[in-house]
């Protein structure tokens, strides 16, 4: 197919959390609010003159000194975002918003609090560390909606005099539904028999929508998709269709990793992915802006932090329904080293989707970065390729 015009140009954005967008942002006078989780509602992370940077750690290598503050035995994604912090990585920032989605992220975040990593030299910088609900229940969302007023409103108003109004929360959503709305458009063509985009560029822009200012690709996501829309896709067959579940991938070279074997990734829900992240929010009149942002979170969110029974078993059927309507022939259900939550929810989730769903599923444990396992993951990918081309000549179940 050919190259789309923009995918270069956020390949590069991808390369640092400081990328060249950030830096615009910062010289237009904006304020950079870093968070840390899915579980914290978007929308405020964007309200007036600030914009939501959700923390990465590109191109990690060596994670010693996080490590030391850390231990070896807390997960690998919380330990690159501590030693990027040490090292200077996020100095943009303004504030950091991190809720306890896990433990893990929570130890990162403090320990990012006492080393003065992001704050030195920065009067109204503020941490804040927010309770996340256990349960997808109306409780649920009256403890968000306090816990967003507390952590998130009330800090950037009093140290930043930021617009915290229902009119600009509804302004935030309308711009955050923009996001949404291209990402999803571009994600209807991985339903197609003969895709116009691939996994690994569906993945670059998505990704892109986390770690860069809306205000300044937004134009570019939506010609996106018109150009997509003109594309004229390789009449290439894969070698399978895989949907990619599991905890936080910001890592493009997995997704890479997986197509280069030959398998097309038709589905991302994970952290970073763009379900459910990338799915509109509806406002009605009938109820504060603030509230409605709060329940979407809660009642749609599929982390493993929520653990009413509906929702665990959900989870399951979740993935079910998606990988049935993008027509995945299996399922590659992850989870990040040392991820606690998504340890036992990849246990009982692979166990699951094949007894119950019948799918193929691939359970792995990968590291941050691949590239420092890419040769045991590249070998543990064919072969969960070559065993679904196997049933399919054979004429099994999915």
């Known amino acids: 197919m050919r190259d789309l015009k923009y995918l270069q140009y956020f390949e590069n954005l991808l390369q640092t959390a400081n990328n060249e967008l950030v830096v615009k942002a910062k010289e ?8 840390t989780c899915e579980n914290t509602p978007e929308p405020l992370m964007n309200l007036g003159n600030c914009f939501g940077i959700r923390l990465f750690a590109p191109n990690t290598g060596s994670m010693d000194i996080a490590t030391y503050y850390m231990t070896s035995f807390l997960c690998e994604t919380s330990r690159a975002l501590l030693e990027r912090a040490i090292e200077g990585g996020y100095n ?3 504030c950091l918003i991190a809720p306890d989605g896990c433990t893990m992220m929570n130890r990162a975040a403090e320990n990012m609090e006492l ?9 109204k910088f503020f941490y804040e560390n927010m309770e996340i609900p256990l349960k997808a229940d109306e409780n649920g969302v009256e403890l968000l909606v306090l816990q967003c007023q507390n952590h998130i409103l009330t800090p950037l108003m009093n140290n930043y005099g930021v617009d915290i109004s229902d009119k600009a929360i509804r302004e935030a959503v309308g711009q955050y539904n923009r996001v949404c709305k291209a990402i999803r ?3 209807e063509f ?14 670059v822009f998505t990704l892109a929508s986390y770690v860069c200012p809306h205000y300044l690709i937004i134009d570019k996501l939506e010609e996106t998709v018109k150009e997509v829309e003109k594309r004229t896709p390789d009449d290439k067959k894969w070698r399978a269709r895989v949907a990619l579940v599991g905890s936080e991938t910001d890592d493009i070279a997995f997704i890479k990793l997986i197509e280069d074997t030959g398998a097309y990734v038709c589905l991302d829900r994970y952290c970073f992915g763009s379900f459910p992240g990338r799915c509109e929010i509806e406002l009605t009149d009938d109820e504060d802006a603030l509230t409605q942002v709060c329940r979407a979170y809660v009642m749609r969110g599929q982390c493993p932090r929520t653990m009413n029974m509906e929702k665990v078993y959900g989870r399951k059927q979740y993935v079910n329904d998606l990988a049935l309507e993008y027509k995945a022939d299996g399922i590659i259900y992850y989870q990040v ?11 009982m989730g692979s166990t699951m989707l094949k007894q119950d769903y019948g799918f193929p599923v691939l359970s792995l444990d990968k590291p941050y970065s691949v590239d420092s396992a890419l040769g045991q993951v590249r070998t543990r990918v064919q072969a969960f390729i070559e065993s679904i081309e196997i049933k399919q000549i054979q004429g099994g179940d999915k």
Do not use: N, Q
């Open 190 to 203: 991985r339903k197609d028999e003969f895709p116009r985009i691939t996994g690994y560029e569906f993945a």
């Open 185 to 187: 458009a571009l994600s």
């Open 28 to 35: 237009d006078g904006k304020l950079c609010v870093a968070y």
């Open 115 to 123: 080393l003065h990593a992001l704050d030195k030299g920065k009067d």
């Open 337 to 347: 080293k040392f991820c606690d939550p998504w340890a036992y929810e990849r246990l």
């Open 92 to 94: 943009f920032a303004d």
